[in-house]
């Protein structure tokens, strides 16, 4: 799961590592890792380049709002479940 953000709301402070892969689309992906713990810390995309997502798992706020879009529901774990009434796209 991932928060996305405006890029020009996000100010990013510190280290990383970069790591650039190729989606099932194409598309460029940049990681940006925590040199120290190895912890992805953001990413951009390519064909998205005014946006930087965050894992939500980098967050420690329980309170963080739900999901309000779901993607690729058909490659997730079968024991996870999503929503009826949020956003739906599978590719």
């Known amino acids: 799961m991932q928060a996305r953000f405006p890029a020009d709301r996000v100010s990013v402070v510190g280290?990383?590592?970069?790591?650039v892969r190729i989606s099932d689309d194409g598309?460029?992906?940049?990681f940006h890792?925590?040199?120290?713990c190895g912890a992805t810390v953001f990413y951009t995309a390519a064909d998205a380049p005014d946006v930087i997502a965050v894992p939500i798992g980098a967050f420690a706020d329980p309170s963080s709002p739900a999901a309000t879009v779901s993607v690729y529901e058909s490659?997730?774990?079968?024991?996870?479940?999503?929503?009826?009434a949020i956003e739906h796209e599978d590719y």
């Open 27 to 30: 598309e460029e992906r940049t």
């Open 33 to 36: 890792f925590c040199p120290d």
């Open 75 to 84: 490659r997730r774990h079968p024991w996870v479940s999503v929503p009826d």
């Open 15 to 19: 280290r990383s590592t970069d790591y």
